[in-house]
């Protein structure tokens, strides 16, 4: 997945405001205790985070 349809996806979800700040704020156990910023900036792969964030906050499986 590339990084612009990810933030694509982030903005559908939360919204185009609000979704900046959730990969900023939010503490993900999906993501090792990581934000979303901070585990793209330690080399996770796109995907593998998105698939994160839907765990963690219940992205219903046609938004994935």
Known sequence: ??????????????????????????????????TVHEALAAGWEAKDVWRGVCTAVGVPPDKR
Do not use: K, P
């Open 1 to 34: 997945m590339r990084l612009t349809i990810f933030w694509e996806r982030m903005a559908d979800h939360f919204g185009e405001a609000y979704a900046d700040s959730f990969a900023r704020d939010h503490v993900m156990a999906e993501l090792g205790g990581r």
